[in-house]
C-alpha cells in the first residue's frame, strides 16, 4: 500500500470534449484521479480510452480540437481549470513536466541537446547558463548516458533512441518539477534498451520525491513503474487499485481481457522440403556502410513463399538497413540479394516496375507514414494506380474492395482524411496502401510497436489472414518478441550488423541459446512488479548500461 502523503494533484469529474463532424463529442467523462506527492499513477488500457488527454489535462491542456468542459483539476491547492493562460504557461516545464513517446520527434534537430535541457531553467530564472550545463551533466551521470560531460553537445540524431529518450528524461527533470507525465515513453524501445530506460526513470522518480502519472499499453511494464494502476475504456474509469492488487486479481471483465491479450499464435509453418524450392527473397553475404561506417557484415538469410521471417535486435544492430537493402535504398557493397532466384539491381532506381511492386513496406509510425492531407481512398488508390494502370470505377472498386479486405467499411472511410482515424485504422490503411501494388513480399518495419496490445493482436491477425488468402512472404522486423511467438515461422537474431544466431522459431526459443539471444529472452518484461527490481539486481546496473548503450 502506498503510504500517507500529502495530495499533489486531485481531478474530479473531469470531462473532456473532442470537435468531430462538426459537433462536440464527450471523449472522457466523469473521471477521478488522486495523486500523492512522490507517488506513481499507471494509466493503461486501449487506443481511444483517454490516457493521454487525461495526462495532459493534469498540466491544464487540450490538444487542439478538444476542449475542458466540465470538473475539477486542483493541483497543490491550484484550480488549473480557471487559472490564466500565462500563469499555466509557468507552470509547464517549471513544475509539472511532460515526457512524450518519441523523443526524435520531439527534440528539435537543429539545436544542441543540452540547449534545449538548459532552455527551461533559464527562462524561469532557476539558474544560469553555465549552472544549468553544470546541472545537466550530473542528470546525465544519474542516468547512465556515456560520457555525461559530451553527449550533450551533440545533437539529436547522434545518440541512440533510447539514450535520447533518457536525455528527455533529464530534460524533463531540469527545474525539478512536481509532476511528471510519460506518454509510452518506452513504447519504440527495443527490450534492452527499455529496461534502461525504466531503470532510469524509477530512479530518477525515487531520488527526487516526483510524483508521476505513467501512461501506456504495456501491462508488464507499468507493474515496475506504478504504485496504483487505473484502466480506462472510451473515457471512462473502469477500475482503479494498488499495482499488486490489480495484477493478483482484477475485478472487471475489461481488465481481464487486457490481462489475456496475446493469446493469438498461428500455426508454425517450415520451409518447402523439396530441394529445388526457391526463396522468394535471398539475401546473400551482404555488407553495407553508411559512409565510411560499416553497418552491415555477411548477412544472409532466405524469405519463402508464405512464410514470415522475423528479424530482431537491439537498436544499431542493422534490421532496418538490411530492409533498406533488400529495397534499394541502400544498396550493398558487398553481397547480392535475390528475388525469386534472379538478381535484384543495388539500386531501386535501377529495378523494374514490376520488381518494385512486389517488395512493398508497412511502417512502424502510421502517424508519420500517412500525409494528413490526402484522403484515405487516394493514400491506397495511388499504388493501385501507378503499379495498375487503374482509372475511374475500377479504381474506385479497387479501393472498396482493398478497404473491406482491411475491415474498414468503405462508405466510412472512403473520404476520411488520416487524422480522423484511429492508431490501429491508421495502421490497417498502411497494410492496405502495400496491398495495392499486388505485391509478393512485404517488409513490416516494427508494425505493432506503438499500438496497444488489443489493437496490435487484432493487426497481427489481419497480417496472418492477408498471408493465408495471398500466399504473402513478409520479413517482420520487430523488437517485441511476443509478436515473434506469435506470427514467425522462422527467427533471425541480429547485433552489430551481424546475424548470431537464426533457425525455425521452435528451435529459437527452446534452450540452449546464443548469449545475445538469451540476452533478448530475459529482457523481456513479466507481469511481476518486482522483476525489473530482481533483473538489476542479477545484473548490476552497469552491465545493464552497457547493454543499452551498444
Given at each position: 500500500?502506498?503510504?500517507?502523503?500529502?495530495?499533489?494533484?486531485?481531478?474530479?469529474?473531469?470531462?473532456?470534449?473532442?470537435?468531430?463532424?462538426?459537433?462536440?463529442?464527450?471523449?472522457?467523462?466523469?473521471?477521478?484521479?488522486?495523486?500523492?506527492?512522490?507517488?506513481?499513477?499507471?494509466?493503461?488500457?486501449?487506443?481511444?480510452?483517454?490516457?493521454s488527454?487525461?495526462?495532459?489535462?493534469a498540466?491544464g491542456?487540450?490538444?487542439?480540437?478538444c476542449?475542458?468542459?466540465?470538473?475539477?483539476?486542483?493541483?497543490?491547492?491550484?484550480?488549473?481549470?480557471?487559472?490564466?493562460?500565462?500563469?499555466?504557461?509557468?507552470?509547464?516545464?517549471?513544475?509539472?513536466?511532460?515526457?512524450?513517446?518519441?523523443?526524435?520527434?520531439?527534440?528539435?534537430?537543429?539545436?544542441?541537446?543540452?540547449?534545449?535541457?538548459?532552455?527551461?531553467?533559464?527562462?524561469?530564472?532557476?539558474?544560469?547558463?553555465?549552472?544549468?550545463?553544470?546541472?545537466?551533466?550530473?542528470?546525465y551521470?544519474?542516468?547512465?548516458?556515456?560520457?555525461?560531460?559530451?553527449?550533450?553537445?551533440?545533437?539529436?540524431?547522434?545518440?541512440s533512441?533510447?539514450?535520447?529518450q533518457?536525455?528527455m528524461?533529464?530534460?524533463?527533470?531540469?527545474?525539478?518539477?512536481?509532476?511528471?507525465?510519460?506518454?509510452?515513453?518506452?513504447?519504440?524501445?527495443?527490450?534492452?534498451?527499455?529496461?534502461?530506460?525504466?531503470?532510469?526513470?524509477?530512479?530518477i522518480?525515487?531520488?527526487?520525491?516526483?510524483?508521476?502519472?505513467?501512461?501506456?499499453?504495456?501491462l508488464?511494464?507499468?507493474?515496475?513503474?506504478?504504485?496504483?494502476?487505473?484502466?480506462?475504456?472510451?473515457?471512462?474509469?473502469?477500475?482503479?487499485?494498488?499495482?499488486?492488487?490489480?495484477?493478483?486479481?482484477?475485478?472487471?471483465?475489461?481488465?481481464?481481457?487486457?490481462?489475456?491479450?496475446?493469446?493469438?499464435?498461428?500455426?508454425?509453418?517450415?520451409?518447402?522440403?523439396?530441394?529445388?524450392?526457391?526463396?522468394?527473397?535471398?539475401v546473400?553475404?551482404?555488407?553495407?556502410?553508411?559512409?565510411?561506417?560499416?553497418?552491415?557484415?555477411?548477412?544472409?538469410?532466405?524469405?519463402?513463399?508464405?512464410m514470415?521471417?522475423?528479424?530482431?535486435?537491439?537498436?544499431?544492430?542493422?534490421?532496418?538497413?538490411?530492409?533498406?537493402?533488400?529495397?534499394?535504398?541502400?544498396?550493398?557493397?558487398?553481397?547480392?540479394?535475390?528475388?525469386?532466384?534472379?538478381?535484384?539491381?543495388?539500386r531501386?532506381?535501377?529495378?523494374?516496375?514490376?520488381?518494385?511492386?512486389q517488395a512493398?513496406?508497412?511502417?512502424?509510425?502510421?502517424?508519420?507514414?500517412?500525409?494528413?492531407?490526402?484522403?484515405?481512398?487516394?493514400?491506397?488508390?495511388?499504388?493501385?494506380?501507378?503499379?495498375?494502370?487503374?482509372?475511374?470505377a475500377k479504381?474506385?472498386?479497387?479501393?472498396?474492395?482493398?478497404?473491406?479486405?482491411?475491415?474498414?467499411?468503405?462508405?466510412?472511410f472512403?473520404?476520411?482524411?488520416?487524422?480522423?482515424?484511429?492508431g490501429?485504422?491508421?495502421?490497417?490503411?498502411?497494410?492496405?496502401?502495400?496491398?495495392?501494388?499486388?505485391?509478393?513480399f512485404?517488409?513490416?518495419?516494427?508494425?505493432?510497436?506503438?499500438?496497444?496490445?488489443?489493437?496490435?493482436?487484432g493487426?497481427?491477425?489481419?497480417?496472418?489472414?492477408?498471408?493465408?488468402?495471398?500466399?504473402?512472404?513478409y520479413?517482420?522486423?520487430?523488437?517485441?518478441?511476443?509478436?515473434?511467438?506469435?506470427?514467425?515461422?522462422?527467427?533471425?537474431?541480429?547485433?552489430?550488423?551481424?546475424?548470431?544466431?537464426?533457425?525455425p522459431?521452435?528451435?529459437?526459443?527452446?534452450?540452449?541459446?546464443?548469449?545475445?539471444?538469451?540476452?533478448?529472452?530475459?529482457?523481456?518484461?513479466?507481469?511481476?512488479?518486482?522483476?525489473?527490481?530482481?533483473?538489476?539486481?542479477?545484473r548490476?546496473?552497469?552491465?545493464?548500461?552497457?547493454?543499452?548503450?551498444?
Open positions: 500500500m502506498v503510504p500517507k502523503r500529502d495530495v499533489l494533484l486531485r481531478i474530479s469529474d473531469l470531462r473532456i470534449e473532442g470537435y468531430s463532424d462538426e459537433k462536440w463529442v464527450e471523449i472522457v467523462r466523469g473521471v477521478d484521479l488522486t495523486l500523492h506527492k512522490g507517488e506513481v499513477l499507471g494509466l493503461i488500457g486501449e487506443s481511444g480510452a483517454g490516457k488527454t487525461i495526462g495532459l489535462a498540466m491542456f487540450a490538444r487542439d480540437g476542449r475542458i468542459s466540465g470538473g475539477s483539476i486542483e493541483f497543490d491547492g491550484m484550480e488549473l481549470t480557471t487559472t490564466p493562460e500565462s500563469d499555466l504557461r509557468a507552470l509547464r516545464g517549471s513544475r509539472i513536466a511532460y515526457v512524450a513517446q518519441s523523443a526524435a520527434a520531439s527534440f528539435n534537430p537543429a539545436h544542441r541537446i543540452i540547449d534545449q535541457h538548459t532552455e527551461a531553467p533559464i527562462q524561469y530564472r532557476i539558474q544560469k547558463r553555465v549552472e544549468a550545463q553544470e546541472d545537466a551533466m550530473q542528470l551521470e544519474r542516468l547512465r548516458l556515456p560520457n555525461p560531460g559530451e553527449i550533450g553537445f551533440r545533437y539529436p540524431h547522434q545518440v533512441g533510447g539514450q535520447l533518457r536525455a528524461t533529464a530534460m524533463a527533470m531540469a527545474c525539478r518539477p512536481d509532476l511528471i507525465i510519460f506518454d509510452e515513453p518506452t513504447t519504440a524501445l527495443d527490450v534492452t534498451t527499455q529496461i534502461e530506460v525504466l531503470a532510469a526513470i524509477r530512479d522518480v525515487d531520488q527526487f520525491n516526483t510524483a508521476a502519472i505513467y501512461i501506456t499499453h504495456d508488464a511494464v507499468v507493474a515496475q513503474m506504478a504504485d496504483t494502476i487505473k484502466v480506462l475504456l472510451k473515457g471512462e474509469e473502469v477500475e482503479e487499485a494498488p499495482t499488486e492488487e490489480m495484477l493478483d486479481s482484477p475485478k472487471e471483465d475489461y481488465t481481464k481481457s487486457l490481462w489475456a491479450v496475446r493469446s493469438f499464435q498461428r500455426p508454425q509453418k517450415h520451409r518447402p522440403k523439396e530441394a529445388d524450392a526457391i526463396p522468394i527473397v535471398s546473400q553475404g551482404i555488407d553495407a556502410a553508411y559512409g565510411k561506417t560499416k553497418v552491415l557484415d555477411d548477412v544472409s538469410f532466405d524469405i519463402y513463399p508464405g514470415t521471417v522475423a528479424v530482431v535486435g537491439e537498436s544499431g544492430s542493422g534490421k532496418s538497413t538490411t530492409a533498406r537493402c533488400i529495397t534499394g535504398l541502400l544498396p550493398p557493397t558487398k553481397g547480392q540479394i535475390l528475388f525469386k532466384g534472379e538478381p535484384l539491381p543495388p531501386y532506381q535501377d529495378r523494374s516496375k514490376d520488381q518494385l511492386r512493398q513496406m508497412i511502417y512502424q509510425m502510421a502517424d508519420t507514414a500517412l500525409n494528413p492531407k490526402i484522403r484515405i481512398s487516394e493514400i491506397i488508390g495511388r499504388p493501385a494506380q501507378f503499379y495498375g494502370g487503374l482509372h475511374g479504381l474506385k472498386n479497387r479501393v472498396d474492395e482493398l478497404l473491406d479486405l482491411i475491415e474498414l467499411e468503405p462508405s466510412k472512403y473520404n476520411r482524411y488520416p487524422p480522423e482515424l484511429s490501429g485504422q491508421k495502421q490497417r490503411v498502411g497494410i492496405a496502401r502495400a496491398l495495392a501494388a499486388d505485391p509478393s512485404i517488409i513490416c518495419d516494427e508494425v505493432t510497436s506503438a499500438l496497444d496490445q488489443l489493437v496490435a493482436e493487426i497481427l491477425k489481419l497480417l496472418d489472414r492477408l498471408q493465408q488468402e495471398f500466399n504473402l512472404a520479413m517482420f522486423i520487430t523488437h517485441d518478441l511476443a509478436t515473434v511467438r506469435s506470427i514467425a515461422d522462422e527467427v533471425v537474431v541480429m547485433q552489430r550488423g551481424k546475424v548470431v544466431e537464426q533457425g522459431k521452435d528451435e529459437m526459443f527452446t534452450p540452449p541459446h546464443h548469449p545475445y539471444t538469451d540476452l533478448l529472452l530475459s529482457s523481456v518484461p513479466e507481469m511481476d512488479p518486482n522483476w525489473l527490481t530482481t533483473l538489476l539486481e542479477e548490476g546496473t552497469d552491465a545493464i548500461g552497457e547493454a543499452a548503450d551498444v
